[in-house]
C-alpha cells in the first residue's frame, strides 16, 4: 500500500532563517505530487505541484521554492522566512491528474 | 475565479442524527469535487471523490451529490457518531492539478 511520509511535525524558525521541509511517498512510481499551506482562517492553498523529477510548477508567487530530486520525493524550501511564512504545510500525492488527493500529517511552521 | 463556500461554518448534533454538509461553488466548469476530513492538527483524509461527469459517490454511511448547473455539493452522513467530529472539507478541482478548498464545516457529534 502507499504511505507519505512528511517531517517535521512541528518547526519554530526565527525571521530570516532558511526552510526545508521534505515529503516522500512509498508504494508508488511517479505520482503527482503537491505542497500545499493552511493558515489560519484560510482555506487549503496550493503552492507547487510537480508531475515528475525536476518539474515544478508554482501556483503562488512568493518566497517559497521547491523541488523534486528524486521520483519520490518532493521538498519545499525558503532562503529567508517572513513572519507571513507561518502556517500548516501539507504534502499531497495523486496517482494521476483529475484523481484522489492523497495528503501526510503536515508540518506546523511558526516564525518569530 | 472560482470561489468555494461551505456552509454551516459549525454543527453540533446529537449522536444518531443524519445530517447534510452544504458546499457551493461559483463556476460550474470544474474537473471534480473532492470531499476531505480532517482532525485536529492532522492531515486530510480523503472521503469521496466525484468526477465531473457524475452525481453522486457513496461509501459506507456517507454519500456525496453533486449538481455542477447550481454550482453545489453536499455531503451526507447517515447515523453520525463521535468519531465523525471533525472539520470535513470541500475541494473543487479547477484544473486537472488545483484544487479550490473551502474553509470547511466543524462539526461536534455529542454522545
Known amino acids: 500500500s502507499q504511505t507519505i511520509h512528511q517531517w517535521p511535525a512541528t518547526l519554530v524558525q526565527p525571521v530570516g532563517s532558511p526552510l526545508s521541509l521534505e515529503c516522500t511517498v512509498e508504494?508508488?512510481?511517479?505520482?503527482?505530487l503537491y505542497w500545499y499551506r493552511q493558515a489560519a482562517g484560510r482555506g487549503l492553498q496550493l503552492l507547487f505541484y510537480?508531475?515528475?523529477?525536476?518539474?515544478i510548477s508554482s501556483e503562488v508567487p512568493q518566497n517559497l521554492s521547491a523541488s523534486r530530486p528524486q521520483d519520490r520525493q518532493f521538498i519545499l524550501s525558503s532562503k529567508k522566512l517572513l513572519l507571513s511564512d507561518s502556517g500548516f504545510y501539507l504534502c499531497?500525492?495523486?496517482?494521476?491528474?483529475?484523481?484522489?488527493?492523497?495528503f501526510g500529517s503536515g508540518t506546523q511552521l511558526s516564525v518569530l | 475565479k472560482q470561489e468555494v463556500t461551505q456552509i454551516p461554518a459549525a454543527l453540533s448534533v446529537p449522536e444518531g442524527e443524519n445530517l447534510v454538509l452544504n458546499c457551493s461553488f461559483t463556476d460550474s466548469a470544474i474537473y471534480n469535487l473532492q470531499w476531505f476530513r480532517q482532525d485536529p492538527g492532522k492531515g486530510l483524509t480523503s472521503l469521496l471523490l466525484i468526477q465531473s461527469s457524475q452525481r453522486e459517490q457513496t461509501s459506507g454511511r456517507l454519500n456525496a451529490s453533486l449538481d455542477k448547473s447550481s454550482g453545489r455539493s453536499t455531503l451526507y452522513i447517515a447515523a453520525s457518531q463521535p468519531g465523525d467530529s471533525a472539520t470535513y472539507l470541500c475541494a473543487v478541482g479547477v484544473s486537472g492539478y488545483a484544487l479550490n478548498f473551502g474553509k470547511g464545516t466543524s462539526l461536534l457529534v455529542t454522545p
Open positions: 508504494g508508488t512510481s511517479n505520482p503527482n
Open positions: 499531497a500525492w495523486s496517482e494521476q491528474s483529475n484523481e484522489k488527493l492523497f
Open positions: 510537480s508531475v515528475g523529477i525536476g518539474q
